[in-house]
DNA sequence: ACCTTAAGTAATCGACTGATAACATGTCAA
DNA sequence: TTGACATGTTATCAGTCGATTACTTAAGGT
């Protein structure tokens, strides 16, 4: 009957694979509204495995809100280090806008974030969203602005991010004000987002 | 034994007071996070009687979420029609501000609002998120803004949320950048958000 | 006083969840 | 080859959740 022999993975690759999948399933339901189960049918692997893996939920959350803003400030860090800043640029200024809204084609990480920060009546994930928080608003402040301009780029960021939470791009219509909202505040990219990515056009 | 009387109110009132204590609960929560028990106990009645009166969790969660909106816009109307809004005032403008920093206070509308916001999983939630945030956006369109202006008043709000949310007022600590950033962010108000409430200083 | 209506609860159900324990099997060094 | 260890699963449990049913009793008109 069943021929094949299951191969199998070290515990390192299985647990980022794992941690992969927890990125899917935290970035659509959150903390409270997705199951170790749902994790683990993302991941093709047993519900209690991925509870030995990661001790708890909890813990196994946590290790998926870190990574995601990891990656966040990861990509802002790639702007900053390209080449020197300048604060007083337009250009650069653009620059780090860009990268933000690179992030939103591909928004778990963004969820998974704004997840984390909307959680705060798990104590745990109050805290790592505080210490998260503080170290993606440390590396906008390398850009050399000024502590409103970091707020107030950190605050757009905000936006798009409930905005993407809420399936604005997808649902705009006509009349709405939440399509001005929506145009205003994605600009170009808002056609980006709207239609999923075409496969090789013919 | 029982001396006391079971006085009753009325199913208006009892669904009001409910509605209240759903806020409440749902503020910590969210929808995912909160049962219809704790509800049920906040508002001091049965579980049976909570789901009784709105028919779902899902139901109950929604009118909570709707209301907690229409305080917020009903906030900023109030400042609207006390006198004639100038779109070039600066003193009009901080006007609008003081009006969502007074909601900050009490922030547990704005906490329903933000959960609302992000359970974008649940489809009637993020389409009542949608209509929310478009109506939020229309009314302050009122203030005779430009869209840019309304938009970043409304990112504004979004950081705000984001870090009441996340606790950050009750954890500030000195060398921290998310501490830069809440006192940027909060400017006088923190003062006020840190300390609860104090009784009748002797 | 009576009796219909409406407010409210206790009991309970089936589904789901996170976690534990026991078991099975692939991998690899000696 | 073998045996120890690491990878992974099945079975299962106790607790929780939303919802339904059936019951209880206060309120109020006649």
Redesign the pocket.
């Known amino acids: 009957m069943k021929a094949e022999?299951?191969?199998?993975?070290?515990?390192e690759d299985?647990r980022a694979l794992v941690l992969e999948a927890g990125t899917r399933a935290f970035a659509h339901g959150g903390y409270h509204g997705?199951?170790?189960?749902a994790v683990a049918k993302e991941a093709g692997?047993?519900?209690?495995?991925v509870?030995?893996i990661f001790g708890?939920?909890?813990e196994l959350f946590l290790e998926v809100f870190e990574e995601s803003v990891g990656r966040i400030t990861a990509a802002f860090e790639e702007v900053l280090d390209e080449r020197p800043f300048d604060p007083e640029s337009e250009d650069d200024k653009a620059r780090m806008g860009l990268a933000y809204t690179e992030l939103l084609r591909d928004h778990e990480f963004l969820q998974v974030m704004m997840h984390g920060f909307s959680n705060g009546d798990v104590p745990e994930i109050a805290a790592a969203a505080r210490r998260c928080m503080g170290s993606v608003f440390a590396t906008i402040q390398r850009t050399g602005w000024d502590d409103e301009q970091v707020r107030d780029f950190v605050a757009y960021g905000m936006l798009l991010n409930v905005m993407i939470s809420m399936r604005a791009p997808e649902h705009l219509a006509p009349g709405d004000p939440l399509t001005t909202l929506a145009i205003c505040a994605f600009g170009d990219e808002l056609a980006v987002l709207q239609a999923p990515v075409l496969e090789s056009p013919a």
Do not use: E, I
């Not at 022999?5 to 515990?11: I, L, N, Q």
């Not at 692997?45 to 495995?49: E, H, K, T």
């Open positions: 022999k299951v191969r199998r993975m070290s515990a299985r997705t199951s170790t189960d692997v047993s519900q209690p495995y509870v030995r708890t939920k909890l």
